[in-house]
């Protein structure tokens, strides 16, 4: 995916979770960290979306087929997970989601 691709989706996605508070863009393995109120609840990488998980949180992610963030062959972040597509096409159920996503660090 190219860079003008990834920033429009990017600010695409932003713009969804709006009605969830300020949400922060910074860079970060070569894609974007997104955070509410300093807390970091997404990766956006090579134009995919993931959400942080927490035990009873990965199941859907993982009864779907979505496979957790690897940014390279030798490391895999296993608590963030890929959002699948029909997901993000559903401005809805993508805040739904997030909202999962950040109440993973607030048990």
Same mark, same amino acid.
């Given at each position: 995916? +190219?860079?003008?691709?990834?920033?429009?989706? !990017?600010?695409?996605?932003v713009a969804q979770?709006?009605?969830?508070?300020?949400?922060?863009?910074?860079?970060?393995?070569?894609?974007?960290?997104?955070?509410?109120?300093? %807390?970091?609840?997404?990766?956006?990488?090579?134009?995919?979306?993931?959400?942080? +998980?927490?035990?009873?949180? !990965?199941?859907?992610? %993982?009864? !779907?087929?979505?496979?957790?963030?690897?940014? +390279?062959?030798?490391? +895999?972040?296993?608590?963030?997970?890929?959002?699948?597509?029909? %997901?993000?096409?559903?401005?809805?159920?993508?805040?739904?989601?997030?909202?999962?996503?950040?109440? %993973?660090?607030?048990?």
């Open positions: 995916m +190219t860079l003008a691709k990834d920033d429009s989706l !990017r600010d695409r996605l979770l709006a009605k969830l508070g300020a949400i922060e863009c910074r860079p970060m393995f070569g894609g974007h960290g997104l955070y509410r109120d300093g %807390v970091f609840f997404a990766i956006l990488y090579d134009g995919h979306l993931y959400f942080k +998980t927490g035990h009873a949180s !990965r199941a859907r992610y %993982v009864e !779907r087929g979505m496979r957790p963030f690897r940014p +390279t062959a030798r490391q +895999t972040l296993r608590t963030y997970y890929e959002v699948p597509a029909e %997901v993000l096409q559903d401005g809805e159920e993508l805040r739904a989601w997030a909202e999962d996503a950040l109440r %993973v660090h607030h048990g």
